[in-house]
C-alpha cells in the first residue's frame, strides 16, 4: 500500500509527496514519455506515463 501524505514536507519540492506513486508506477514496467519525470503548468505538476 502506497501512503500519500496531504503536503509535501517543508523544504522539499511541492510534488514530493507524489514521488511514491511514481516511483511505483516505473517499478512496475511503465515509462515517462518525456524526458523528465515531473512537468509543472498553471494548475500544478504533472507526470505522463
Not at 507524489?18 to 498553471?42: A, H
Amino acid at each position: 500500500m502506497i501512503k500519500i501524505e496531504e503536503y509535501a514536507p517543508d523544504g522539499m519540492p511541492n510534488y514530493h509527496h507524489l514521488q511514491p506513486i511514481v516511483d511505483y508506477l516505473l517499478k512496475n514496467g511503465n515509462e515517462s514519455c518525456n524526458s523528465f519525470l515531473w512537468g509543472n503548468n498553471r494548475t500544478g505538476y504533472f507526470f505522463v506515463i
